[in-house]
């Protein structure tokens, strides 16, 4: 099974997410210069696999000889928010005393465990973590169907989310993200499940922008409302969701769709790539080691 | 001024809804078909504007002979929430047993009303009636810019309403639906402004997808939330919106956008084009005849 995110013949791979679902294909990154625009442009993303994309990183920039910690991190900025992508370079860092074979040890030691929660295909991409409890709930007999948000701007769930369900079987239906209430008002959704990006140490969650209304409308209906994220997503040095740093992106992303403008020439456009969802409005926050203490 | 319906010549003449904001050209409808066609592909579309369509959907069918009553019944039913279409061809039809031309006096009537309460160019369709308010609002100095929800799926905000306020040349910005609630948390909104398609005695609201979630967000946030609509919108045959009917549109729209699929080969869609959002959320309900009582 081709992985998100791997290291082969000094390279690095990854499966093209912006190319999905339209064309199935591999990109290889050589240089810290090609892994960072693949990061900006999210042709690899989710939280688990920038963590190893920021370890990757480090092993281009120490293999390339220069300075290190200078690349080092140009990586760990590529996107502000996701917190895993400059947990990923300062582990692999940590380890650049040792030697670059140390450091692409360690790079490779995240891989593996990317691979431990990963039960589907992209499953740890962005909703992986959330997918991966999703596949364990499907096997129990537990989920009958699901909605899936497309995620607009860049449409990762009618792109990434839905491919990967179509892959594994699970029925599912797309939704613009503006019926997502509509269906919780008629009785079509039994839960609400998300990845996170960053978490706070009070348990706010950043993630991909359209949470926090999600979680505003499920509290409004009284449906749970699940968090699922690797521990490491835990920023322990953020005391509340109002010091993490949100991600503007380039307002051509909502003014242009496939190429094509979708509104008139000129418009701006608001376009945060992450928003933040308060401690009290999480109904339950999973980590690969239980429910967090939130 | 083009108007967004009109009646020259003989023939019912529209501004091409679907083409904007890309290409600006009006369409030339002869046959009740075509008005249907154009109605259903929303080439016409927005409370007040689908009144006057069905009017003169019933001009067309008396003019061409036939079984007229079974013409403007299939006028009426080519979409099923907008309460403005079935009004106007009812208002219409009232007329036929004084003659084509007393039909056709009422159409031109209700195309003078249009122009009333019309202060933009394309200001009476859709968010249309709400524009107004927002143009007299502007014009008090009440207004600095307006965040522009997209409006998936068919983006009637980002294409229309982003092109009547740079016409009309308020600052405004697009903003994915999903956005929203994280521009009431930064304190970006001061009032949420919307139309109707149809509202039932009891208040309930029935409207674009998505302003359901909107009504609920800007609760949580304390931010006003106002409709507004013609009088003509409230149906007083409904206690309630649990009795309006939502049209569900093609899978088609969800699953593809301008041409190109971006949701896997046989995607499934929810896709209703309304959601009713209940009178306990709407903070004030306006009319052409003042603050409607609730």
Same sequence: chains 1, 2.
């Avoid at 081709?2 to 999905?20: E, K, P």
């Avoid at 000889?65 to 928010?81: D, I, L």
């Avoid at 209430?181 to 996170?196: F, N």
Wanted: overall charge negative.
């Amino acid at each position: 099974v081709q992985r998100t995110i791997d290291w082969v013949d000094g390279s690095v791979v990854i499966i093209d997410q912006c190319a999905l679902p339209g064309i199935y294909r591999t990109l290889r990154l050589d240089t810290v210069d090609e892994l960072i625009d693949a990061i900006a442009r999210l042709a690899v993303r989710g939280a688990p696999a920038l963590g190893a994309a920021g370890a990757l990183g480090v092993v281009l920039a120490a293999r390339a000889g220069g300075a290190v910690s200078e690349e080092a991190a140009r990586v760990a900025k590529a996107r502000p928010t996701a917190v895993n992508l400059s947990w990923g370079v300062a582990r692999a860092l940590a380890k650049l005393p040792e030697g670059v074979d140390a450091v692409l040890a360690e790079a490779l030691e995240m891989l593996r465990l990317l691979t431990h929660c990963n039960a589907g295909r992209l499953a740890t991409v962005g909703w992986g973590t959330a997918l991966g409890v999703l596949w364990h709930l499907r096997a129990g007999g537990f989920v009958d169907s699901v909605l899936v948000d497309e995620t607009r701007p860049l449409l990762q769930g009618a792109r990434l989310t839905a491919w990967e369900l179509a892959e594994a079987g699970i029925p599912y239906r797309v939704l613009p993200d503006n019926a997502a209430a509509a269906a919780m008002s008629r009785g079509l959704v039994d839960c609400v499940l998300v990845g996170a990006d960053r978490i706070a140490a009070n348990g706010d969650v950043a993630n991909k922008i359209g949470t926090y209304g999600l979680a505003i409308a499920a509290r409004h209906h009284g449906i749970p409302f699940v968090v699922v994220a690797p521990q490491s997503t835990v920023d322990y040095s953020l005391p509340d969701g109002g010091s993490i740093v949100i991600e503007e992106r380039s307002p051509v992303e909502v003014t242009h769709l496939a190429g094509v403008a979708i509104a008139p020439p000129g418009a701006d456009a608001f376009n945060p790539a992450f928003d933040v969802t308060p401690a009290s409005l999480v109904t339950a926050l999973i980590t690969e080691t239980g429910p967090h203490p939130a």
